[in-house]
């Protein structure tokens, strides 16, 4: 007669308990990245409504009328600024970098803060700089664009006498900015005789809220863009120049690719695009640590028609059709195309596989150390000048109004 071994009886419940364990961990993990995956994945599509602070007033001196930040790479860069505050004023204009250590730096104030006036410590370091047309001291208007989604309000700063009116450039904005942060460009295009337009787009907070009211990274606000180009051609444009910055970028390039008025296109100028939103997003999930398989669940929920609407960014996105590296055979408008390599926002090396795949069409002016859409900061000469010549050398515009 056989006995059973009394440590085997013994250890049966242990096993049994181990393995249950093992199986509640597993579920765990992946009920756990599920839940990061869908946060990430509709972060990436939800508008953003409050500026996320990105470093601190350390400090005032109102009589030497200068400003203490929190150091970081993009506080410490030459050129002027702006900086998104709270209290008696929203956005103060920086000017140069007058000392640094190595957790400070103090930059001149370009706008005047008073004695006693509350300046909030939380702060957003911006790119923009001007933040309405009226500070650019050139003629403008106010205009409206009618669109699927309804009217999207632009600024149109017309050429001036004398200038090449048949030329429009449409300015596109990135994500999680307006149209203010196309303005550095309005006076480069008018010293260039041309036209400009700095247009909305669904759900940036100016234009009307789409049925879903997220982002489609290019993939739905190429309409509203479109509609731009209808408007343009309607009141006498010939030509069109189109230039995005960031995500606005991708849906300029999407505009390209989509239009109905590709021969009305004469060639667009990129200023830190997203070129391939899978490598974007890559990047950011690494910065914010996010484990390679949650990025991947994310990038998943984005594509899949079941998953987009849990993650609620309306039709499913289509990251292969937003891939211009991929498609870069596609492409048929000359582009110039501005990128730093210490972006930190946008990788620049789509843009470099850009420029790689279709030498061409593709004329690349890299940057080193000017950070994401701060070109124009960094070195408003070399900036405002790549654009002029590109008009220029395009056939376009008037150098006579320079």
């Excluded at 839940?35 to 990430?40: D, E, G, I, P």
């Excluded at 420029?355 to 701060?374: F, S």
Aim: charged fraction near 25%; aromatic fraction near 8%.
């Amino acid at each position: 007669m056989l006995r059973r071994s009394r440590r085997a009886v013994t250890q049966r419940p242990r096993v049994l308990s181990a393995l249950a364990a093992s199986a509640a961990l597993t579920a765990g993990v992946v009920v756990g990245g599920t839940l990061v995956s869908f946060a990430f994945a509709r972060k990436v599509v939800t508008p953003v409504t409050r500026r996320l602070a990105d470093t601190e007033v350390l400090g005032i001196d109102t009589k030497a009328q200068t400003i203490t930040l929190r150091r970081s790479p993009d506080t410490v860069l030459p050129g002027r600024y702006g900086l998104f505050v709270n209290g008696t004023h929203e956005y103060l204009k920086l000017g140069a970098l007058l000392t640094e250590t190595e957790r400070t730096a103090t930059r001149k104030l370009l706008t005047e803060v008073e004695e006693g006036e509350k300046v909030g410590r939380a702060a957003t370091f911006s790119g923009w700089y001007f933040v309405h047309p009226g500070e650019l001291h050139i003629p403008y208007r106010e205009v409206s664009i009618g669109s699927t989604v309804g009217e999207c309000p632009a600024w149109l700063f017309p050429a001036p006498s004398g200038g090449d009116a048949a030329t429009w450039v449409i300015s596109v904005h990135g994500r999680g900015t307006t149209r203010s942060e196309t303005l550095r460009a309005a006076p480069v295009f008018r010293s260039a005789g041309v036209t400009s337009l700095a247009v909305s787009y669904r759900n940036d907070g100016d234009a009307p809220r789409s049925d879903s009211g997220h982002y489609g990274l290019g993939a739905t606000e190429w309409r509203d863009v479109e509609a731009a180009i209808e408007y343009a051609l309607a009141n006498g444009a010939e030509r069109i120049i189109l230039m995005g910055w960031s995500m606005g970028g991708a849906i300029v390039l999407q505009t390209s690719l989509r239009t109905a008025y590709p021969d009305k296109i004469d060639s667009i100028i990129l200023d830190s695009p997203v070129v391939d939103w899978r490598t974007v997003l890559g990047y950011q999930a690494r910065e914010l640590r996010v484990p390679s398989p949650v990025t991947h669940i994310a990038l998943r929920q984005l594509t899949m028609p079941t998953w987009s609407r849990v993650v609620r960014s309306g039709d499913a996105i289509s990251l292969n059709d937003l891939d211009i590296v991929t498609r870069a055979d596609e492409l048929t408008h000359p582009i110039l195309l501005l990128h730093s390599d210490d972006d930190g926002f946008v990788p620049s090396a789509a843009s470099r596989g850009l420029a790689d795949a279709r030498p061409d069409l593709v004329t690349l002016a890299p940057y080193v150390e000017a950070r994401h859409t701060k070109l124009w900061n960094y070195d408003e000469k070399r900036w405002s000048e790549l654009l002029r010549s590109w008009v220029f050398e395009r056939g376009l515009g008037s150098e006579r109004v320079s």
